[in-house]
C-alpha cells in the first residue's frame, strides 16, 4: 500500500494550534496517510485581518515550498482565509487544498443552505469574499462571529469553545440551516461533538480538506499545471524570496 504524505498548513506560528490542527487531521486520515502538521518558521501569532493574511500566505508558499523539495503528495492550508491558496497551486504539482473552500464544498453536498460560526466580526468579511469567489453565496444562510480572538481557542479554559457551542446552537435555531461551517482551524476538534449535539452535520475544513486531497490523489489527480496554476515564470528572486529560487517549485 502505497503511503500518501499531506502537509497540513497552518499559517499562523501558534504551535498550539498547529498541534490542535495537526491532531484532527490525523483523526480522520486513513491508514497509509502520513500527516505532516507544519507553520512557518516566522509570520504572524494568529491570522485576524487581511494584513495577517497577507503575512500568512508567504509562510503558506515557504511552507509549500520545503514540502515540494520533501515530495509531500498534497498540501492543506489550514486557516479560514485560505490564505495564498493560489499562489501555493502555482507552486505545486499535487493537489493544495484551503479549509474553507472544503468545509463549503462538503456543506452543500449535505445541506441546501449552511451557516458559518467564525472568530471575530472583523473576519466575517473574509468568510463573505470567499464565498463569493467559490459560488456559495446562494448556499450560505448566514456568517456569525464568537468575537473573541483566534488564540482564545488555545488558551485552556475552554471559554471560546463554549461561545462557539452557542453560536452553533443560535444559529441553527436561527438560520433555519441545514448545516453549520466552523469557521477557524482551531476549531477543527469540535466538529464531531457539535455535529452529534445539534444533530445535523457541523463541518470542520482540516477534516474536510484530508479526505478531498486523499480522494483527489486516490484519483491520480494533481493540481493541473495547463493555464494560470502552472509554475512561475522562473526569474531571481532576492532577499528573504531567495527560497523560491528552487527547481522544485519554479
Ligand atoms: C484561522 N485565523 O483559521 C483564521 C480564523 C479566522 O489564525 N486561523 C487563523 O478567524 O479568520
Given at each position: 500500500m502505497t503511503t500518501l504524505r499531506i502537509q497540513v498548513i497552518?499559517?499562523?506560528?501558534s504551535l498550539a494550534m498547529t498541534q490542535t490542527i495537526g491532531e484532527a487531521a490525523r483523526m480522520v486520515a486513513s491508514a497509509g496517510t502520513e500527516i505532516l502538521s507544519v507553520c512557518p518558521s516566522?509570520?504572524?501569532?494568529?491570522?485576524?485581518g487581511h494584513f495577517d493574511e497577507a503575512i500568512g500566505a508567504m509562510g503558506v508558499l515557504e511552507q509549500v515550498t520545503l514540502g515540494e523539495r520533501a515530495g509531500v503528495d498534497g498540501h492543506i492550508i489550514?486557516?479560514?482565509?485560505?490564505?495564498?491558496l493560489l499562489a501555493a497551486r502555482e507552486l505545486a504539482t499535487g493537489p493544495v487544498v484551503g479549509i474553507a473552500e472544503a468545509a463549503m464544498h462538503m456543506a452543500t453536498l449535505l445541506a441546501t443552505r449552511f451557516s458559518i460560526v467564525t472568530t471575530l466580526p472583523r473576519t466575517v468579511i473574509i468568510a463573505r469574499h470567499l464565498l463569493r469567489q467559490y459560488g456559495f453565496e446562494q448556499h450560505c444562510q448566514a456568517v456569525h462571529a464568537i468575537?473573541?480572538?483566534?488564540l482564545s481557542l488555545e488558551d485552556g479554559t475552554g471559554f471560546a469553545q463554549q461561545k462557539v457551542r452557542e453560536r452553533c446552537i443560535q444559529a441553527k435555531a436561527q438560520d433555519n440551516c441545514g448545516a453549520i461551517v466552523l469557521g477557524?482551524?482551531?476549531?477543527?476538534?469540535?466538529?464531531r461533538e457539535l455535529s452529534h449535539e445539534l444533530g445535523i452535520p457541523v463541518i470542520d475544513g482540516v477534516s474536510a480538506a484530508v479526505k478531498m486531497v486523499e480522494a483527489l490523489l486516490g484519483l491520480g489527480l494533481g493540481t493541473s499545471?495547463?493555464?494560470?496554476?502552472?509554475?512561475?515564470?522562473p526569474k531571481p528572486l532576492t532577499g528573504p524570496?531567495?527560497?523560491?529560487?528552487d527547481p522544485s517549485v519554479m
Open positions: 497552518n499559517p499562523n506560528t516566522h509570520g504572524v501569532p494568529s491570522i485576524e489550514a486557516c479560514f482565509g485560505d490564505p495564498g468575537d473573541l480572538p483566534v477557524c482551524g482551531g476549531m477543527a476538534n469540535l466538529a499545471k495547463h493555464g494560470d496554476l502552472a509554475k512561475p515564470n524570496y531567495a527560497i523560491f529560487n
